[in-house]
């Protein structure tokens, strides 16, 4: 089981910037992604990064081009760059680990306990 921790979120304002980061125990050569809940909906899959390389990554629509996610091997964390930051991008974001290049939460193990993400003026 791999121990995840989530960092970096808070109050921001529309269009305003969070970096979040997930420090890993490990992060080996998982596929690490980011996702969010919003109140009363489901989680949903952010973004992903293939492990080692990095070099397969996933945007969902709706963060295309705001957000950016990136690795550190060496300092087992990976990060989550949010740019112009929207009221629906509010939500609990959580990093988790998976075995292969996926956005389904179900194939996804070790989970962090997530880090609150509030947009609003």
């Known amino acids: 089981q791999v121990q995840l921790v989530e960092s970096g979120g808070g109050l921001v304002q529309p269009g305003g910037s969070l970096r979040l980061s997930c420090a890993a125990s490990t992060l080996d050569s998982y596929t690490i992604g980011w996702f969010r809940q919003a109140p009363g909906k489901e989680r949903e899959g952010v973004s992903y990064i293939s492990g080692v390389s990095g070099d397969s990554t996933y945007y969902a629509e709706s963060v295309k081009g705001r957000f950016t996610i990136s690795r550190d091997n060496t300092k087992n964390t990976v990060y989550l760059q949010m740019t112009d930051l929207k009221p629906e991008d509010t939500g609990v974001y959580y990093c988790?680990?998976?075995?292969?290049?996926?956005?389904?939460?179900?194939?996804?193990?070790?989970w962090g306990q997530g880090t609150q993400v509030t947009v609003s003026s």
């Open positions: 988790a680990t998976a075995n292969w290049a996926t956005i389904a939460p179900a194939d996804y193990d070790s």
